[in-house]
């Protein structure tokens, strides 16, 4: 039995559609590194209070390493069954799928039972295939349910596609957004190109992925020739490990853009917050140390708002990096206005009840 874009409810294809916030949820562990099931819980009702549109997990932020642990049922069940009973209105629910044609349809199999809409569609495992073999993995996984694209960058797994595998990709009828995360402006403009070559536009959300440019890349006008005239696609919201932390700052941040691309008017403040957003990334996924510590800098952030009670993960090597904690103090006196710390400290009980 495929899941459809057409079996979604109205409000999911139209929050999706209209661009919203979409954390990439991260894992609460504890010291023994086992599943926090209660701050577990307490995120997800964090994200949704935060105004967040969806949830993204069992991704990268969630740890890969949950299949190995036999985690990736339990968390994704965790995240579904809190979201319906904590969310305000329908929330888009969208479960990272990794691994070969096998693994990845069983996981998309998984998702669908557990309510999710989509499957976002790491391609990691791809390394070194031909395009066609690609391509083919792709259609057979939209058999299951509709696909989320994920241009994940190579430093940390990722693998190239140009724009000739967009085009191909944004043909499939079961693609319903595509995340763009390679961190490079030059792989970014393939995907916009590959979506717009496919004609793909009205049927097929962008949303950035590149933490490092996320404002930027909400306000930019992509506008791109094609036989019969030149068309321009915009990237709708985001679906970011970034934005897993200060979330409810991201709600208002994504609305500043929205307003702001609605008007017609770019003002140079918000210009200038791109760049204070991409400082604060480089403190948050450890920049300096080869983004190392990635994820455990934002366990960090939540660490010191008391979401969760360490940063601990999966893997015992992965941590902070030399320097991060500092640079996380920086960032912290730099830009309050970035942080949610207020909105956690006069929440944090309710979600963790």
């Not at 998984?110 to 809409?117: K, M, S, T, V």
């Not at 948050?284 to 940063?311: M, Y």
Request: aromatic share 8%; glycine share 10%.
């Amino acid at each position: 039995m495929t899941l459809t874009v057409a079996d979604w409810p109205e409000a999911v294809r139209k929050t999706l559609a209209e661009g919203c916030v979409i954390p990439a949820h991260l894992l609460a562990l504890d010291a023994d590194r086992k599943l926090d099931a209660r701050r577990q819980r307490a995120l997800t009702r964090y994200y949704l209070d935060a105004g967040a549109g969806g949830l993204a997990v069992g991704v990268h932020s969630t740890q890969f390493a949950i299949r190995e642990r036999g985690l990736y049922q339990p968390v994704l069940k965790l995240a579904a069954e809190t979201a319906r009973d904590w969310a305000k209105r329908p929330a888009v629910l969208i479960a990272g799928l990794v691994g070969r044609t096998p693994q990845a349809t069983k996981e998309a199999e998984i998702a669908r039972g557990l309510g999710y809409h989509a499957g976002l569609l790491s391609l990691a495992a791809w390394k070194g295939a031909a395009e066609d073999e690609i391509v083919a993995h792709c259609r057979a996984v939209a058999r299951v349910m509709p696909l989320v694209g994920f241009y994940l960058q190579p430093a940390v797994g990722g693998i190239l596609l140009g724009a000739g595998f967009w085009r191909r990709f944004a043909e499939i009828e079961q693609v319903a957004a595509i995340k763009i995360a390679p961190f490079n402006r030059y792989r970014t403009l393939d995907v916009v190109r590959g979506v717009a070559e496919a004609r793909a536009e009205g049927r097929v959300a962008l949303y950035t992925g590149n933490d490092d440019h996320i404002v930027a890349d909400l306000l930019t006008p992509f506008r791109v020739p094609r036989p019969g005239g030149a068309v321009t696609l915009r990237i709708a919201g985001g679906l970011l490990g970034h934005w897993s932390v200060w979330t409810k700052r991201a709600v208002e941040i994504l609305a500043r853009c929205h307003a702001a691309v609605a008007s017609g008017r770019i003002e140079p403040e918000l210009l200038a917050l791109d760049a204070q957003v991409t400082d604060t990334n480089a403190a948050l996924f450890d920049v300096a140390n080869d983004f190392h510590g990635c994820i455990a800098g934002c366990h960090e952030v939540l660490r010191r708002q008391g979401l969760l009670a360490g940063t601990w993960c999966l893997d015992p090597d992965e941590g902070m990096g030399p320097g991060q904690a500092a640079a996380l103090d920086r960032i912290a006196a730099l830009y309050p206005e970035l942080a949610d710390d207020d909105f956690v400290r006069a929440n944090r009980d309710r979600w963790l009840a």
